[in-house]
T-cell receptor, first 114, second 113 residues
Framework: AQSVTQPDIHITVSEGASLELRCNYS??????LFWYVQSPGQGLQLLLK??????LVQGIKGFEAEFKRSQSSFNLRKPSVHWSDAAEYFC????????????FGGGTRLMVKP | DSGVTQTPKHLITATGQRVTLRCSPR?????VYWYQQSLDQGLQFLIQ???????AKGNILERFSAQQFPDLHSELNLSSLELGDSALYFC????????????FGEGSWLTVV
């Protein structure tokens, strides 16, 4: 069965500092990969996705993620964090050509210090 | 705004009761999904409908059922509610059955007391 691991439950960074959120997946083949963000009391907003091609993908709000097949990882990065980035971030995978059922990681809660 | 609309936003009900959550997908989307987010289970896929037909089933309890209507809106019915059913229920939609981006609504908060 496929699974997604986000090793860091909580991360605190200072405003303006760089950010990397880790995501590892376990799946028989390279799945579709996604990062979603959930602000307090809000729904899930898609930040970026990887289907194929260039392994460095750009998303909204200045986020990017890099797919590394050898490490089964899809880490999310941002060069300079803003206070408004405080939220919970979810990595998710979806199997190729077998429906859009997303399997989510447990989430990483990001706190931003002023 | 994702374009996926869910009602109600908040709902408080007693154990043993039945509730219906409603979802309108984005314009043009044929697939609708339901997910449950709870503190102990995280985000879990419940069920998918595509153009009115059940497409895939996840960890959905037998007390729960869903359907997608000809106008493509969907309803999730939760019956014989238990305290543990308290959660945020998300609806999501996509254009096709697979290989597409899924867009989520803001969710329906269900509290069972």
């Amino acid at each position: 069965a496929q699974s997604v691991t986000q090793p860091d439950i909580h991360i605190t960074v200072s405003e303006g500092a760089s950010l990397e959120l880790r995501c590892n997946y376990s799946y028989g083949a390279t799945p579709y990969l996604f990062w979603y963000v959930q602000s307090p009391g809000q729904g899930l907003q898609l930040l970026l996705k990887y289907f194929s091609g260039d392994t460095l993908v750009q998303g909204i709000k200045g986020f990017e993620a890099e797919f590394k097949r050898s490490q089964s990882s899809f880490n999310l990065r941002k060069p300079s964090v803003h206070w408004s980035d405080a939220a919970e971030y979810f990595c998710a995978v979806s199997p190729l050509n077998a429906g859009n059922m997303l399997t989510f990681g447990g989430g990483t809660r990001l706190m931003v210090k002023p | 705004d994702s374009g996926v609309t869910q009602t109600p936003k908040h709902l408080i009900t007693a154990t043993g009761q039945r509730v219906t959550l409603r979802c309108s997908p984005r314009s043009g989307d044929l697939s609708v999904y339901w997910y449950q987010q709870s503190l102990d289970q995280g985000l879990q896929f419940l069920i998918q409908y595509y153009n009115g037909e059940e497409r895939a089933k996840g960890n959905i309890l037998e007390r729960f059922s869903a359907q997608q209507f000809p106008d493509l809106h969907s309803e999730l019915n939760l019956s014989s509610l238990e305290l543990g059913d308290s959660a945020l229920y998300f609806c999501a939609s996509s254009v096709a059955r697979s290989g597409n981006t899924i867009y989520f609504g803001e969710g329906s908060w269900l509290t069972v007391v």
